[in-house]
Structure formats: C-alpha cells, structure tokens
C-alpha cells in the first residue's frame, strides 16, 4: 500500500529531470525529494532520509535564492 508513495516520488523526479533547471526544476524536485522522505520514514529507512533532507534543504536554498533574485531584477535602481 506505501509504494505508491515511492511511485509518486520517483515520478516528480523523474518529470522534475525533464526541466531545463530554474525555479520549476526545483519545486517539482523537492516535492519528489518529500515524497522520497516520506517512503523512507514509512520504511524507518535512515539512509534514504538523510539524503533527502539534504536534498530538500538544497533546493529551499536555491528557491529562496533565485526568489530573492527576480525581485532585485526587478526593483529600479537609485
């Protein structure tokens, strides 16, 4: 019954990896990497949550970064 959660995961990355990189890339990436969390707490899998963990705190950082980004493209300078 919990595999489709490993199915879910493995999906979101495998479409995520589909993505010319960007801001898209590491959402749809990052939800496969919680999904993969999941099925590793589901397993009681330390391995798998480990690096999935790193995996999500990656993205968030680069998420932030490319946010913070857009709005300095966008705001006028002075």
Do not use: E
């Given at each position: 019954m919990?595999d489709?959660v490993?199915?879910l995961a493995s999906?979101?990355?495998a479409v995520?990896i589909t993505?010319?990189?960007g801001?898209y890339?590491r ?11 999941v099925?590793?707490i ?7 949550m480990i690096?999935n963990?790193y995996?999500?705190g990656i993205?968030?950082?680069?998420i ?14 002075l």
């Amino acid at each position: 019954m919990h595999d489709w959660v490993g199915y879910l995961a493995s999906l979101l990355v495998a479409v995520s990896i589909t993505i010319k990189g960007g801001i898209y890339f590491r959402i749809l990436n990052m939800a496969g990497s919680i999904c993969f969390l999941v099925y590793a707490i589901i397993l009681r899998s330390v391995p798998i949550m480990i690096i999935n963990i790193y995996g999500i705190g990656i993205h968030i950082f680069h998420i932030v970064k490319i946010i913070k980004d857009s709005k300095k493209a966008v705001q006028p300078a002075l």
